[in-house]
């Protein structure tokens, strides 16, 4: 299993907060995991001639640590892409998914309205799943991140196997109770998607609760902005 953490603050992000204890479920429940941090990565970005398709299939024009990362998803059975929320994705993170063109199959097919292609042959991964944090309240605003790894999935033809949220993930670091229990429920669905193929919506809306009300979070921002323009 290979797990992506897109965060730019790497493993001391909000992101790691639900990555970590989620990955942990997945060890325990015997799988062999591998992170690589975005941010850590030389990778350029894509410069769209499509050399990968149709000249040197399967082969970027650039040598750089994106070789190592294709290396591993082909080897890897699940892709774990985890990120916080940015506008929409941070930008390391994004060039490196720029660059997953070289392991897909220069092969369209159009199904249910839709052009897509698959994997190459030699890749293994059968599910791709998201791990997403974000800062403000509602978990709607980690749609867009959402609908980016379904798209993915589907671009590829592999399964979606659902999305471990954390809204307003912050607060994790200021409620140890609550961040124990949705650490704990990050670590069970982890076990559960290597055990049991799927993770429960009853745990993964355990990780995404609210901590505070919408109204209290709302005004918490408002007022560091005050204070920062000297309102």
């Known amino acids: ?11 001391k992000g909000n992101t790691a907060l639900i990555l970590n204890p989620f990955l942990e479920g997945i060890r325990e429940a015997g799988a062999t ?8 990565l030389n990778i350029k970005p894509c410069i769209g001639d ?20 294709l290396s591993k998803i082909r080897e890897a059975n699940i892709l774990v892409l985890a990120t916080p929320v940015y506008l929409p994705l941070p930008g390391e993170f994004q060039n490196l998914l720029n660059r997953l063109m070289p392991v897909i199959e220069p092969v369209l097919e159009f199904r249910e309205g ?27 605003n980690l749609g867009t991140v959402i609908r980016i790894a379904e798209e993915i999935a589907a671009d590829v033809s592999v399964e ?48 995404s609760q609210p901590l505070i009300s ?8 408002n007022k560091g902005y005050e204070n920062a323009s000297g309102g």
């Not at 995991?33 to 850590?40: C, E, Q, S």
């Not at 398709?53 to 040598?63: A, D, R």
């Not at 919408?214 to 921002?221: A, F, G, K, N, V």
Request: net charge positive; charged share 30%; glycine share 6%.
């Open 33 to 40: 995991v591998d992170v690589v941090y975005a941010k850590k």
């Open 50 to 69: 499509f050399q990968c398709w149709f000249k040197k299939v399967g082969q970027c024009i650039h040598s750089d640590d994106m070789q190592s990362v």
């Open 160 to 207: 979606f196997s659902g999305s471990v949220l954390r809204p307003h993930a912050f607060l994790l670091r200021e409620n140890e109770e609550k961040a124990k229990e949705v650490t704990e429920a990050a670590r069970k669905v982890g076990y559960q998607l290597v055990n049991d193929g799927k993770m429960s919506q009853e745990l993964l809306d355990l990780i």
């Open 214 to 221: 919408e109204e209290e979070l709302r005004e918490r921002y």
């Open 114 to 140: 839709r052009t897509r292609a698959r994997f190459h042959n030699d890749v293994k991964v059968s599910k791709i799943v998201l791990v997403a944090s974000g800062g403000w309240w509602e978990r709607g």
């Open 1 to 11: 299993m290979l797990a992506i953490n897109g965060s730019a603050r790497t493993e």
